[in-house]
């Protein structure tokens, strides 16, 4: 099997989104080279011990199992974060609370919070763009926290304090910042048992109350975390932002916004308290 034989595989995942760029992973993967080397050397040949693991993970992926899984991590922000089953694997949509976050709040000290931390992404994200931050992360997973100091471990970005608990309940500090991308899905949604998401864990994916019930509690919840004007910023689904502002105003926050993603679809919103 030469480089291209292999890239021609990626007509063979028909139940993918992204075939292509799901080929190439595990390709480089098993060469262990640069996407570059794909398309620089395609007459190249792949060792027979190559050409049977890259076998391997093609039909695991024909069987759904998430890309990330198969080679152990993915790509968030400028990070290579390593993921397991314990966790939701980390969307580039998500990076979106990121980019909010360096937009709006000054360079200089803050304290910022991560709620359901999972691999750690958005907090370990923050803490390489901003060191100086102050910044906790919760998760209720022991595995995940887990998983999260060792990403933070692997990436040298040791000031981010993982804590065990749900959501707010390990925090005794008050904030600039709150984020989280909370568990969002209907429980009846049908997309539940497609694609990647049959792999992560339910608890991750899906709330009560149409999959407002998270975020409801935390909107309700956060007030006494937040310092005079802080803010509290979700990632929803795409037809659930008028909701999310709906609950904000009714709790008395104000400037309440809602921020787009590149497809155009309603992907976060936030708002802060009175100050």
């Known amino acids: 099997m030469r480089v291209k034989d292999a890239l021609a595989c990626a007509q063979s995942l028909t139940d993918s989104d992204s075939p292509r760029a799901d080929i190439e992973t595990l390709l480089m993967w098993v060469l262990n080279k640069p996407r570059s080397y794909l398309y620089t050397w395609p007459d190249a040949d792949l060792s027979s011990a190559q050409a049977e693991q890259f076998g391997e993970l093609i039909e695991k992926r024909r069987q759904g199992e998430p890309v990330a899984h198969l080679v152990g991590f993915r790509d968030f922000w400028t990070l290579r974060l390593a993921v397991s089953n314990a966790t939701l694997i980390p969307r580039p949509e998500t990076e979106m609370l990121v980019e909010w976050a360096l937009e709006h709040l000054p360079s200089t000290a803050q304290s910022v919070a991560d709620l359901g931390t999972g691999t750690g992404a958005i907090a370990l994200a923050l803490a390489s763009e901003r060191p100086n931050w102050q910044i906790i992360a919760s998760d209720r997973i022991p595995d995940a926290i887990e998983l999260a100091r060792r990403n933070a471990l692997m990436l040298n970005l040791p000031q981010v304090d993982f804590r065990l608990g749900s959501w707010l309940e ?18 009846q949604d049908p997309h539940l048992d497609k694609g990647d998401v049959r792999f992560e864990p339910r608890s991750a994916l899906v709330a009560d109350e149409k999959g407002l019930a998270d975020i409801r509690w935390i909107i309700t919840q956060a007030p ?5 004007g802080g803010w509290l910023v979700f990632e929803h689904g795409f037809d659930q932002a008028a909701e999310v502002r709906a609950i904000f105003e009714a709790q008395g926050y104000q400037d309440v916004f809602t921020r787009q993603d ?11 308290t009175p100050h």
């Open 262 to 272: 590149l497809s155009g679809h309603d992907r976060i919103t936030g708002a802060r």
């Open 170 to 187: 390990p925090l005794q500090e008050t904030f600039h910042l709150i984020l989280s991308n909370p568990p969002y899905i209907d429980p």
């Open 224 to 228: 006494p975390y937040l310092v005079s």
